[in-house]
């Protein structure tokens, strides 16, 4: 297993990518998207997500000694008709094929993708997490619909009419997402390059009005039954499955240790509706148990931190992100020690 640090659009810094090789991290997993910009602009993001961006932040991590391991989420301005059947959905299924196809050429492997109209939602920001750290919780705030023009937290069409999101079905989402991946997973294939599906997060059934696709640890394996492919995978959050009220996450890696494109490593403490996103060694999760199944699963991919919660310093970020990867580095260190002395 090889240890990678994901970072969002702005955090793709010559710096950033140092700080990851130092902490012993071989690889990046990159959000393209810039989730501070509540309203998307679509000529940027197509800049982004161009063939030319791809290889220049490659060659960039790589003068760096790192690898661009992934590319995390399409950007809500190339899909949004996609997640909400749209006019524009067929256009857009081609925008997400070029940017399949631009990812095999520019040699990035691995794409992951969250199939959710609310996206991540209700999360506070508080002083949960041990020693009064400033981390994400959900505490089953009150919802309102999602407001016209907008998926995914983000505003798509500022000019859309007053309104909101028609409610979604559960079948219905089956069948927008079953569409997608039989679009999709061919070029995927084609191209080299694996989709990596992110759980919900929050795991609820329903939120905003819209139903939610992987909220319960069984669904991994409807999700991937729908076009069984080496290139259909999982990008399996640790976090997200534990807040799930169902299963556990030692049955979840036992059943998908083969199935993974590449791991969200952060742990938990509850479940929806009431949970906090803790330090890696203080929440419900046993990570070097976790750690063991990916292993003995025969996993050998790349586990990223996710998120942590931010450590009071100058650097809160990078601290809490040091923290988690020395933490992995450790325990990853400890199991190939034992594995050694066993004989293995
Ligand atoms: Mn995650």
């Known amino acids: 297993?090889?240890?990678g640090l994901g970072l969002g659009q702005r955090a793709l810094t010559r710096d950033n990518f140092r700080f990851a090789r130092q902490m012993g991290c071989t690889d990046i997993v990159a959000h393209l998207?810039?989730?501070t910009e509540p309203v998307l602009d679509l000529a940027r993001h197509d800049e982004m997500y161009s063939l030319d961006t791809m290889l220049r932040l490659k060659a960039q991590m790589n003068?760096?000694?790192v690898e661009l391991?992934?590319?995390?989420?399409f950007c809500p301005a190339h899909w949004h008709d996609v997640l909400l059947d749209g006019p524009k959905r067929a256009q857009q299924m081609d925008r997400l094929k070029r940017i399949v196809r631009d990812a095999g050429r520019a040699g990035i492997r691995m794409l992951g993708y969250n199939f959710s109209l609310a996206g991540v939602w209700g999360l506070s920001y508080v002083e949960a997490a041990r020693g009064?750290?400033?981390t994400a919780v959900f505490h089953d705030p009150p919802q309102s619909p999602m407001p016209s023009g907008s998926v995914w937290n983000f505003i798509y069409d500022p000019d859309a009419p007053p309104g909101v999101v028609a409610p979604v079905s559960e079948a219905e989402l089956w069948d927008r997402v079953r569409r997608f991946?039989?679009?999709?997973?061919p070029v995927a294939e084609e191209a080299g390059v694996v989709l990596a599906a992110h759980p919900d997060d929050p795991p609820l059934p329903v939120v905003r009005d819209t139903a939610r696709l992987v909220y319960r640890t069984d669904y991994y394996r409807r999700l991937l039954d729908l076009v069984p492919s080496p290139n259909s995978r999982l990008e399996l959050c640790l976090g997200t499955t534990a807040e799930m009220t169902d299963g556990d996450v030692y049955e979840t890696i036992r059943a998908h240790a083969g199935e993974i494109g590449y791991v969200h490593f952060r742990n938990v403490r509850g479940k929806v509706p009431h949970?906090?996103?803790?330090?890696l060694d203080e929440g419900d999760i046993d990570m070097?148990?976790?750690l063991r199944l990916l292993r003995d699963g025969g996993f050998g991919g790349v586990l990223i931190p996710d998120h942590t919660p931010s450590v009071a310093c100058a650097a809160p970020w990078h601290a809490g992100m040091a923290y988690a990867l020395g933490y992995m580095r450790a325990a990853l260190t400890m199991l190939r020690a034992l594995d050694e002395e066993a004989g293995r």
């Open 63 to 65: 003068a760096e000694g």
């Open 132 to 134: 009064g750290a400033r």
């Open 181 to 185: 991946l039989e679009e999709l997973v």
């Open 69 to 73: 391991h992934a590319i995390e989420n």
């Open 33 to 35: 998207t810039d989730y």
């Open 1 to 3: 297993m090889r240890l």
């Open 275 to 279: 949970y906090d996103e803790v330090f």
């Open 288 to 290: 070097v148990e976790a």
